[in-house]
């Protein structure tokens, strides 16, 4: 799947992410500080389910999952993204959410989760209006972690 979003090409390379794009990837995320180190970037990386490139190629942006049984509950896919902040704009992020779940949702695959798991790491995420964004697209909250952030599950049907 490939679609874009204002000048950014949004690319699904799940179970697809060999070794040049895992050093793309290593290198956007070290560039951005947002893994420690290289060798947990390089373990990260087949996670990945969508890339956002700007107009030149570069990557921008990441979603990815790994399965998990949070406490209560079944299988479910435990999501996380990271835009780099010159990059942040209005509505990639929701489009990125979106996506990546309806990829996840209709992927045929042996013992399939039950859906996505979304934490709300960054404070903005939890006001008013995301609250309702995420509502209005199916997600619904279900408390949150120690730390107080926002945890949001939607299920597939």
């Given at each position: 799947?490939?679609?874009?979003?204002?000048?950014?090409?949004?690319?699904?390379?799940?179970?697809?992410?060999?070794?040049?794009?895992?050093?793309?990837?290593?290198?956007?995320?070290?560039?951005?500080?947002?893994?420690?180190?290289?060798?947990?970037?390089?373990?990260?990386?087949?996670?990945?389910?969508?890339?956002?490139?700007?107009?030149?190629?570069?990557?921008?942006?990441?979603?990815?999952?790994?399965?998990?049984?949070?406490?209560?509950?079944?299988?479910?896919?435990?999501?996380?993204?990271?835009?780099?902040?010159?990059?942040?704009?209005?509505?990639?992020?929701?489009?990125?959410?979106?996506?990546?779940?309806?990829?996840?949702?209709?992927?045929?695959?042996?013992?399939?989760?039950?859906?996505?798991?979304?934490?709300?790491?960054?404070?903005?995420?939890?006001?008013?209006?995301?609250?309702?964004?995420?509502?209005?697209?199916?997600?619904?909250?279900?408390?949150?972690?120690?730390?107080?952030?926002?945890?949001?599950?939607?299920?597939f049907d």
């Amino acid at each position: 799947m490939e679609c874009y979003y204002r000048d950014y090409r949004i690319s699904t390379v799940y179970g697809r992410v060999d070794a040049e794009l895992t050093q793309e990837l290593v290198a956007f995320w070290l560039r951005n500080g947002a893994l420690p180190n290289a060798s947990r970037a390089r373990q990260r990386a087949p996670q990945v389910v969508l890339v956002a490139r700007n107009s030149e190629g570069r990557i921008v942006g990441v979603t990815t999952v790994y399965v998990a049984a949070p406490k209560g509950r079944g299988r479910y896919y435990i999501y996380r993204m990271f835009i780099q902040p010159t990059d942040r704009i209005y509505g990639m992020m929701i489009s990125m959410v979106l996506s990546t779940r309806d990829y996840l949702q209709h992927l045929r695959t042996e013992n399939k989760p039950c859906g996505l798991v979304h934490v709300s790491e960054n404070r903005k995420l939890m006001r008013p209006g995301t609250r309702r964004l995420y509502e209005k697209h199916g997600y619904y909250c279900i408390g949150q972690t120690r730390r107080g952030f926002d945890v949001w599950i939607s299920d597939f049907d």
